[in-house]
């Protein structure tokens, strides 16, 4: 394959998506144990926009690429390359040399290490990065179907499987109806759960239905609902998307010896709740934070042998990330994808 020398990206000069321009830029050559990756789709988080917005508190260095998620063909391999050749394709890792278990760091500075933020983004034509840095993608998905799973499909699994060990007959509780919720709607159904989806939109609430869910619930006043459905029993897993003080509802919801994973933010980074459920349920509250490489390795196997195909809500053309960006503040059901 012939080696380009220049390659458009989408890069902020400062905070705020009117400075998202889209320029050219040179081509990082790859050397050592680095891959020129072909980026074919990107698809994009409620977190690439937080990060537009306000930066998270990370120390962005501009100009600044954002998103984390793609898929892409090697073009090229530098000579220390051994994991990928020129024509694999892959699709990123959302958090960087984090092979297996928890990522690097401690009580004072929790890790948070991830790409379109202390690292580089991907949304360009091309990304050079280590090879410990992608992995294969799934062999049944197109390229945009495939770079939804680094970050959505990832957390979904790593909360319900990898974490949270569902097993058949479990009662399950998704709030939303994102891209984390729809994967986790199809692992929990693929596991023989029971599913329970809150969603303000009755034409959510049936698509959600149309893709195995057992329950629509309505966004608001949801608990009382799910516990009379689930003749008192509860939720044994709750993925809490929304943050906030939503977690309390949560608690209130959860069956004895249930698991809550800690996901979304949408109501703000303050969580609270009764601490008498938490005692008296002997509740789990585990938080989420994407997951490691391994897991990234089980969930393409998992996919492409149960599949499962993600729900992309619109893709987009290259030129416009900023129509994208405004269908993702829209709230879409499933996934936005940016494809080259």
């Known amino acids: ?56 508190g990370s120390p962005l260095s501009f100009p600044f690429i954002p998103a984390s998620d793609m898929a892409g063909t090697v073009i090229a391999a530098g000579p220390q390359a051994k994991r990928f050749k020129p024509g694999d394709h892959v699709i990123s890792t959302f958090s960087p ?24 983004g991907v949304l360009a034509e091309h990304v050079t990065f280590s090879e410990e840095w992608f992995v294969a993608a799934p062999s049944t998905f197109d390229a945009a179907e495939a770079s939804t799973l680094p970050c959505a499909g990832l957390t979904a699994w790593s ?58 619930l309505p966004r608001e006043g949801w608990v009382e ?28 919801a959860l069956a004895l010896g249930g698991r809550i994973s800690v996901i979304g933010v949408l109501e703000g980074f303050d969580v609270s709740g009764s601490a008498g459920p938490l005692l008296l349920k002997q509740a789990t509250i585990q938080g989420i934070s994407v997951g490691h490489r391994r897991g990234l390795e089980d969930l393409v196997h998992a996919v492409d042998h149960l599949g499962l195909k993600p729900v992309i809500d619109a893709r987009y053309p290259f030129e416009a990330a900023h129509e994208a960006f405004a269908h993702l503040e829209r709230g879409p059901f499933g996934k936005v994808v940016i494809t080259m």
């Open 1 to 56: 394959m012939t080696t380009p020398s220049t390659s458009r990206r989408w890069a902020l000069n400062a905070l705020g998506l009117e400075n998202l321009t889209l320029a050219e830029a040179p081509i990082r050559a790859p050397e050592g144990n680095t891959l020129l990756v072909r980026v074919e789709a990107v698809s994009l988080n409620y977190r690439d926009k937080l990060m537009i917005e306000n930066g998270m």
């Open 97 to 120: 040399d984090r092979i297996e278990g928890l990522a690097k760091g401690n009580a004072r500075t929790p890790p948070y290490q991830a790409l379109g933020g202390a690292h580089p």
């Open 159 to 216: 909360a319900l499987i990898e974490l949270g060990r569902i097993k058949a007959g479990d009662r399950v509780l998704i709030k939303g109806t994102g891209g984390v919720a729809l994967f986790g709607l199809q692992l929990a159904k693929a596991h023989g759960a029971e599913v329970f989806i809150t969603t303000s939109s009755p034409e959510k609430g049936e698509r959600a239905r149309m893709l195995g869910a057992d329950h629509i």
């Open 225 to 252: 609902p799910l516990l009379q459905a689930s003749g008192d029993h509860g939720a044994d897993h709750v993925l809490e998307l929304v943050g906030g003080p939503t977690l309390g509802q949560s608690l209130a």
